[in-house]
């Protein structure tokens, strides 16, 4: 399953500035692509307009080579799970009926769960680290807990492709590699992943491909070694940076800087 945007802009009702502006990347089938960049680069709109949920101003958006608004939204949500940074709980539910809700898509209003939908279920609990919280009310649940359950809704979906925004955010360090492996195991077994994330040298240690927003524009696209500059990275986050070899990985690792002083 691959994403696409060809010449991708979206503004947002009558702002002067697009929120994307001449945005255009591949995903290829199957790889794990980081998309990066500060705050209010675009990240999450970019994901926004890749799942059809706003309209772009222009360009083209396809996934799995048909546009998105030709997808059947039923089959779109079978194919793709989606993780967004933030959603509301409207009420109380257990672990496992919330990761279970994955599988409505499949299962349509009146079909009962059967033996493939309860082993989607337990396989995504797994895969999350949330077989033991099956019984919790959601509502109850940490913050990382909640993202790690929520991935796991988004895993018993059993999606040929899967967005995530955020994926690790409130999550302490053993939580956050335990997902990056995760994904990475997920795209190494034919998933394609598009992960949204701050923290780039996990990102430059897992992922296939990157993206690099600045201001709603595409600053660098494609391997690591064509997104890991210090010259391009320091324009874009305004802050001086030195870009290393991590030891243990042999990715690049990018440190911050000193910088100037506070005036």
């Known amino acids: 399953m691959t994403f696409e945007a060809l010449d991708l802009a979206v503004r947002y009702g009558r702002a002067r500035w697009r929120a994307l502006d001449g945005v255009t990347m591949v995903v290829p089938e199957g790889a794990l692509y980081a998309v990066l960049g500060p705050n209010g680069s675009g990240k999450s709109t970019l994901m926004r307009a890749l799942l059809g949920a706003v309209s772009p101003e222009s360009g083209v958006v396809r996934i799995g080579g048909k546009e998105t608004q030709n997808w059947a939204r039923r089959t779109l949500a079978q194919t793709v799970g989606a993780v967004p940074q933030a959603e509301h709980l409207a009420f109380p539910t257990s672990v496992r009926d919330f990761v279970a809700m994955g599988r409505y898509p499949h299962l349509g209003p009146l079909r009962p769960e059967g033996e493939k939908d309860r082993a989607a279920i337990e396989e995504a609990m797994g895969r999350c680290d949330v077989a033991d919280l099956r019984g919790r009310d959601v509502t109850t649940l940490s913050g990382g807990e909640l993202q790690r359950v929520r991935i796991a809704r988004a895993l018993a979906q059993e999606p040929a492709a899967l967005v995530l925004d955020e994926p690790t955010a409130s999550l302490d360090i053993r939580h956050e590699m335990t997902i990056f492996r995760l994904l990475r195991d997920s795209a190494d077994r034919g998933m394609t992943v598009l992960l949204i ?67």
Do not use: C, M
Not at 197 to 204: E, G, M, V
Not at 219 to 243: K, M, S, T
Not at 247 to 259: D, E, H, K, W, Y
């Open 197 to 263: 994330t701050h923290h780039i040298n996990l990102a430059a240690r897992f992922a296939d491909r990157f993206l690099l927003l600045d201001g709603g524009k595409v600053a660098a696209e494609g391997e690591a070694g064509e997104v890991f500059r210090g010259d391009v990275l320091e324009e874009v986050y305004r802050w001086p940076v030195e870009v290393g070899t991590d030891p243990v990985s042999g990715a690049p690792r990018v440190t911050p800087l000193q910088g100037p002083a506070a005036s």
